[in-house]
C-alpha cells in the first residue's frame, strides 16, 4: 500500500502568510485556512447534523487522539502494521482531523466535516517516509482487509481510506475485496482516496477501484480538478485536496495536497448523513453524495469530476428527498454499489398509492351497488 501524502510545510507559510511572530496564534491560522468549510457549505449543513452517534473508522498511520483538535474524539483500534516503532500517526491524525476535528476555542484550529462523530484509528500502514514501508512483514501482509473487518466487527458506520495501492500492488487483492463485501453487507459507507498520480501513469487504485467504495478525487480553490488528482471511471465524487490544513501527529499543524484530503471529508459527509439518517443503506448515502454535489459534469459523470464536487448541505438535502429503506434492508445492499454505475433510485410509493385508491374506489361501487339492490328489494 501506499500512503497518498505530500511533503508539507508550515501553515503560514505554506498559506502565503507572513511567519507567525511569537504573538501570532497558529491555531487561528489554522482555521483561518479552512478554505473548504465555505465550499463544502459546511456551517449551513450543521444546522441539521455534526455527525453525532457515528462512529467513523480512519485506517491509516495512527491517529494522536491527544491532539487538542481531537481530544475526546478517538477510540483507538489495533495496529496491524507488525510494525510498532517509528513515525507514528503523521498522516493518519491528518485524516482524522478533517474528519471529526474539534477544534479549541472559539476559532482556533481545525474543525473537521462531522464535528461531534468518533473516530476509531486502526493502523493499517506505515509513514510515507518509514524506510519499512518496502519491506514485505508477514505481520503486516493484508492488513488492510484486516481493519476493514475490525471496524465493521467493532461498530464503525463509515470506513475512511485515504491510502491506496492495494497491499504493495495496483491490482488489489481478494481478501481485500473480500473485506469490502462483508463491510459493506453490513451497512457500512466506504470511502477512499483515487490516487495522486493522474499527472504521470494515472493508474487504477486500490481499495478505490473496489465495487462498493466511494472513490474520491480533488479539486482546487476553483472548484477546478487537481492536476494530481486520478481520472478512471468508478470516481464517484471530487473535494477539496489542494492546500488542506489538517492536525500533524504531535499538536501542531500542516498543509498538503492530495486525494487523500479529499476522501477524509466525503468521508465526514457519509457521517453527517448517517446521523441525520441512521437506517440508510450504503448506496442511499452514496446516491445522495453524488446527488447534492456542485459543479455537476455536462452529461452528468466524466472520469476527471465523477458526479461533481461533493457540496455537505446539498448532500444531507439530497439524503431528506430519498424514501429510505427500513434498517432491516442494509444487509442487501444490492449486486452494485460502487463505481461509476449508476444505483437504482429508491422504489417510488406512486404505484402503491394509486393502486390503493383503485382498490377503495372499487370497493366504494360494489357496495353503492350492493345498496341499491337491498333497496329495490324491500
Known sequence: ???????????????????????????????????????????????????????????????????????????????????????????????????????????????????????????????NGDPRREQRRPGGRDALARGIRYAADHGADVISMSLGGGSGSWEGSASEEEAVRYAVSKGIVLVASSGNDGAAANKKNFPAAYPGVIAVGAVDQRLQVAGFSNRQDYLSVVAPGTEIVTADGGDSYVVGDGTSSAAA?????????????????????????????????????????????????????????????????????????????????PASRTPVVAGLLLLMAGMSVRVLIMYRRRGDST
Open 265 to 345: 471529508m466525503v468521508a465526514g459527509v457519509a457521517a453527517l448523513i448517517r446521523s441525520a439518517h441512521p437506517g440508510m443503506s450504503p448506496a442511499h448515502v452514496r446516491m445522495a453524495i453524488e446527488l447534492g454535489t456542485r459543479h455537476r459534469p455536462s452529461d452528468g459523470y466524466s472520469s476527471s469530476y465523477g458526479h461533481g464536487v461533493a457540496n455537505a448541505l446539498l448532500a444531507l438535502r439530497a439524503a431528506a428527498r430519498m424514501d429510505v429503506p427500513t434498517a432491516s434492508a442494509l444487509a442487501r445492499p444490492g449486486p452494485y454499489v460502487g463505481g461509476s454505475r449508476p444505483v437504482p433510485a
Open 1 to 127: 500500500m501506499r500512503v497518498l501524502l505530500v511533503p508539507v510545510l508550515t501553515a503560514a507559510f505554506v498559506l502565503g502568510l507572513a511567519p507567525p511572530s511569537a504573538a501570532d496564534d497558529v491555531g487561528e491560522v489554522a482555521r483561518a485556512g479552512q478554505w473548504q468549510l465555505g465550499a463544502m457549505r459546511l456551517p449551513e449543513a450543521w444546522r441539521s447534523s455534526k455527525g453525532e452517534g457515528v462512529l467513523v473508522a480512519v485506517l491509516d498511520t495512527g491517529v494522536n487522539g491527544a491532539h487538542p483538535d481531537l481530544e475526546g474524539a478517538v477510540i483507538q483500534g489495533p495496529d496491524l502494521t507488525g510494525a510498532a516503532r517509528g513515525p507514528w500517526g503523521h498522516h493518519g491524525t491528518a485524516m482524522a482531523s478533517l474528519i471529526a476535528g474539534r477544534g479549541h476555542g472559539a476559532s482556533r484550529g481545525v474543525v473537521g466535516v462531522a464535528p461531534e462523530a468518533k473516530v476509531l484509528s486502526v493502523r493499517v500502514t506505515l509513514e
